[in-house]
């Protein structure tokens, strides 16, 4: 009965995994998060892609705050019923990409009962149809809302800084994520690093634990050099490659999204 209600269980994820989907996960909060998320949904617009930035952090929401939007509707209203997902998706200029913003404030939408999200990650595999790539920005932390949502998605970028607890909290979901989908696509991008140095130093205290407890190694999928025009351009609420388009931060997203296609196709 097990291995028929496991079988059941696999099903369902196979056919809600979204091959056009790319989680942007943490573990810790303040770690560059949604400012990467944002990034990377403009600079594979500009690659020609369909993209859509979906604000899955349902508690503390601030993809729209960043971009300095007031959308009229939000993920608030979608899961109370009074319009569907693909209603609440609005265009964003700026970045020629689409955006489902959450819902600052309401942290009772992190804690949604099973069907409700259920639900909402059936709906979101229906929208990623309408879609060359769908950015989902997820919550910080590893509880039940975040680790579902990211199941959805073909590849999930782990961010990490050099902080300890960055380190332990990347480590924490990655171990988790493995444990629910051993077969899961996790890439490590340290953000924030002083020097490229840093940064390989970085990914390889995280390499090291995972090969050594879990028998993995996810593989680098960038690092991001400290950028100061990084805290403008979140201050100013305008995206980093409309306002330093030739910034290092800038390029080295670009350079992700570039591999990142790559890899898809």
């Known amino acids: ?16 995994l979204c091959k056009n989907m790319i989680a942007i996960a943490s573990g810790k909060g303040g770690v560059g998060k949604t400012w990467l998320s944002i990034t990377l949904s ?4 500009s690659l020609g892609c369909r993209t859509l930035l979906f604000d899955g952090d349902l508690g503390l929401a601030n993809v ?10 939000d993920m608030g209203g979608v899961l109370n019923g009074r319009y569907s997902l693909k209603e609440a998706a609005v265009r964003y200029p700026d970045g020629g990409f689409d955006v489902v913003a959450g ?4 942290g009772n939408l992190a804690n949604l009962p099973a069907p409700r999200l259920n639900s909402l990650t059936t709906d979101l595999a229906n929208l990623s149809q309408s879609y060359d790539r769908i950015i989902l920005d997820l919550g910080a932390g590893i509880d039940r809302t975040v680790r579902q949502l990211a199941s959805q998605a073909q590849v999930c970028l782990v961010i990490t800084t050099d902080e300890p607890t960055s380190l332990t909290d990347a480590y924490a979901f990655i171990k988790l994520t493995k444990m629910q989908r051993p077969d899961a696509d996790l890439r490590v991008i340290v953000n924030m690093a002083e020097t490229e140095h840093d940064g390989h ?10 090969e050594s407890f879990l028998k993995i190694t996810p593989p680098l999928a960038g690092i991001i050099v400290r950028d100061n025009k990084v805290k403008e351009a979140i201050r100013n609420q305008t995206p ?5 388009p030739s910034s290092t931060a800038a390029e080295r997203v670009e350079q992700i999204a570039r591999n990142l296609l790559k890899g898809h196709e």
């Open 64 to 73: 729209d705050i960043q971009l300095g939007l007031a959308p009229n509707k």
């Open 1 to 16: 009965m097990n291995q028929a209600k496991n079988h059941n269980v696999q099903s369902l994820h196979n056919k809600l």
């Open 42 to 45: 403009h600079a594979l617009s």
């Open 103 to 106: 819902r600052s404030g309401s």
């Open 201 to 210: 130093k970085t990914y390889n205290t995280i390499r090291k634990a995972c």
């Open 240 to 244: 980093l490659l409309v306002r330093y």
